[in-house]
């Protein structure tokens, strides 16, 4: 019996991917796994029997990543799972950040609280909310993973035309890119070219605040961006200085904080990106299979600070082991007549599966100096 802790409320059809060996509960202990949304798990005491973590969804920010590895703990993410449903989101604020619709809904709002007659004060007031056609316009989207693709690809079809910038695009990504995309080398040369910015990439030490004066004076005047990525990628005060000159002409993210709520031609969203039904069950389902066959056969998939690793069964007995330092060779020794083995490193950590038949003695592999964690399953 495996134990499942969920942190968030979890998606019935995800849950439903694990069987009756599983025990899943919002306040189990000595869990096993933990399937988690967005509660923040860094001041979280892991027990030590928790060997996975799987967050529904593809931002990780809210898990402490290197002291789960450094505990032997796999954090699992579910890139591309609501990936429709952020691309939906990011059509819907292009056009939002164009024809200050969420500005004229409110106007229509307040005229009507007022007593106005709606009909004739509409016909007046209308100027005042007249934004342009994204036909025709030239988007800039930084960061062609999985929702960058589908953003461009949609973006496109809607007639605009298509600059991406990823210094680390995959040839999957690239083969699913709209022909006539044109693929930059910098970032500044995607700020000189575009008219729209859409951001989608993540969040850490190398983006954090990356849109920042610098970039502003890179961009086209009267640029207009949509991050529904993460807030902490745009400086606030480079963003308040960008509406006020002109630079920038609208912003719309999904990531609000008190200031941007507050800055005339900012529209925030309250983090409705993966909101809905269908992003909540494909997410929660893809993280429960993943945590299913790593608890099951070990296999690492789509995780985000151990290898990925994963491996057919060769034997009736799988010894899994999660190291930082450890000499792969005594580790090797340590499983007699290895049917099957195979590795993979990551930085610092490495990951090994080796197959045999024969009784393995774990405690020998714990051992080994460098070695993180050792499970033994059995087919």
Not at 41 to 60: C, M, N, Q, S, W
Not at 192 to 208: Q, R, W
Not at 220 to 225: A, E, M, Q, S, T
Not at 350 to 366: I, N, Q, R, S
Request: proline letters at 4%; hydrophobic letters at 45%.
């Amino acid at each position: 019996m495996y134990k499942v802790k969920t942190m968030n409320k979890i998606s019935k059809i995800g849950l439903a991917q694990l069987d009756d060996r599983f025990e899943i509960s919002d306040n189990m202990e000595h869990e096993d796994a933990i399937l988690v949304r967005s509660a923040k798990l860094h001041d979280y005491d892991f027990p030590a029997e928790l060997k996975a973590i799987a967050r529904a969804g593809a931002g990780v920010n809210n898990i402490p990543l290197d002291r789960a590895a450094d505990a032997g703990v796999v954090v699992f993410n579910t890139p591309g799972a609501n990936a429709n449903g952020v691309k939906e989101l990011t059509i819907a604020a292009l056009l939002l950040a164009s024809r200050k619709i969420a500005q004229g809904i409110t106007w229509v709002k307040e005229q009507s609280a007022a007593g106005a007659d709606i009909a004739a004060v509409v016909e007046k007031g209308k100027s005042a909310y007249v934004g342009p056609e994204i036909g025709g316009k030239t988007l800039g989207v930084v960061g062609l993973g999985a929702i960058g693709v589908m953003v461009a690809n949609a973006a496109a079809g809607l007639g605009m035309k298509i600059v991406g910038y990823d210094p680390f695009l995959s040839v999957k990504n690239a083969l699913n890119l709209t022909p006539g995309a044109e693929i930059v080398a910098t970032l500044d040369e995607l700020y000189g070219k575009a008219d729209y910015i859409s951001l989608h990439l993540p969040m850490n030490a190398d983006t954090k605040g990356s849109v920042n004066a610098a970039a502003f004076a890179a961009m086209k005047d009267g640029v207009r961006i949509v991050n529904l990525a993460r807030g902490e990628l745009v400086d606030t005060a480079a963003l308040k200085d960008a509406l006020g000159s002109g630079k920038c002409a609208a912003y719309v993210t999904d990531f609000p904080n008190s200031e941007t709520a507050a800055l005339d031609g900012v529209v925030c969203i309250p983090h409705l990106g993966a909101s809905t039904p269908e992003s909540e069950d494909n997410c929660a389902m893809m993280a429960a299979r993943q945590v299913q066959d790593y608890l099951d056969n070990g296999n690492i998939v789509n995780s985000v600070n151990l290898p990925v690793l994963s491996m057919a069964w060769a034997a009736r007995n799988r010894v899994c082991v999660i190291a930082k330092g450890a000499d792969a060779a005594a580790v090797t020794a340590a499983v007699p007549s290895p049917a099957a083995t195979a590795s993979k490193t990551r930085g610092d950590y490495a990951y090994f599966l080796l197959d045999t038949d024969a009784d393995v003695d774990a405690a020998k592999v714990e051992a080994i100096p460098g070695v993180i964690k050792v499970r033994v399953l059995h087919k």
